[in-house]
């Protein structure tokens, strides 16, 4: 049972242009969620994260935007550069009970920004 | 620089095989994870650990044990190694999250081949 979903495995997009990476939970439990960005032969990198109390978190070309409603999420990237190419994971936390910091990870989508 | 360390990058194992993949980190950190990072499926928590000798079972434990016996070593056991445990393993640590907070530091990862 995913309880977060990634939907998208790949997206291509042109330099200078806004990509935009979505993400779908289930569980209503979840009251955090976090982007980590992954380049090959790394580990995972902290990308930006939000709060439910939130609908919206900004980190300069990064903005995270939250639908508690329709329990998705997306990440934006404007404007979006060669460097941003990378594997982004979308994760949750906070599903009930001793969490202890458990996150919950999506499939990941593959994002490619040709120059 | 705070670090998450994995004693190896790359593994070539026999199926039947034991296996350790250790992981060690100098943050002091209460919390640490192993995940399983596999394409399509993206970063699943097969074990993860909130203090030393404490262990809970994540999504995906069936073949694995941990072990901690020193609050910066978590190690990962693979008792019969099996080809579908070929996969890229990756290490984590937090501490214990404040609302809101959750400082995941991932190792670079070990990518294991069971042959």
């Known amino acids: 049972d995913q309880q977060v979903k990634q939907n998208s495995p790949s997206l291509s997009v042109q330099e200078g242009r806004i990509s935009i990476l979505n993400c779908d939970y289930t569980?209503?439990?979840?009251?955090?969620f976090l982007w980590y960005k992954k380049y090959p032969a790394e580990g995972p990198t902290f990308l930006i994260s939000?709060?439910?109390?939130?609908d919206k978190n900004e980190d300069g070309r990064f903005t995270v935007f939250l639908n508690k409603s329709a329990k998705h999420l997306s990440l934006h990237i404007v404007p979006s550069q060669p460097g941003d190419s990378a594997v982004y994971f979308c994760a949750a936390s906070g599903a009930g009970g001793t969490s202890y910091g458990k996150l919950t990870f999506g499939q990941g989508t593959i994002l490619t920004v040709h120059p | 620089d705070v670090k998450v360390t994995q004693s190896s990058r790359y593994l070539v194992k026999r199926t039947g095989e034991k296996v350790f993949l250790e992981c060690v980190q100098d943050?002091?950190?209460?919390?640490m994870f192993w995940y399983r990072q596999d394409p399509g499926l993206g970063l699943r928590l097969i074990y993860f650990?909130?203090?030393?000798?404490?262990?809970e079972k994540g999504d995906i434990p069936e073949g694995y044990s941990v072990s901690r016996e020193k609050k910066e070593r978590f190690s990962l056991i693979l008792e019969s190694a099996s080809t579908n445990q070929t996969s890229m393993y990756l290490c984590?640590?937090?501490?214990?999250?404040?609302?809101?907070?959750?400082?995941?530091?991932f190792g670079s990862g070990t990518r294991l081949t069971v042959v």
């Open positions: 984590a640590s937090t501490f214990i999250p404040s609302r809101g907070n959750y400082g995941y530091t």
């Open positions: 650990s909130y203090d030393v000798k404490m262990k």
């Open positions: 943050m002091d950190h209460e919390n």
């Open positions: 569980n209503s439990m979840f009251d955090y």
């Open positions: 939000i709060s439910s109390i939130k």
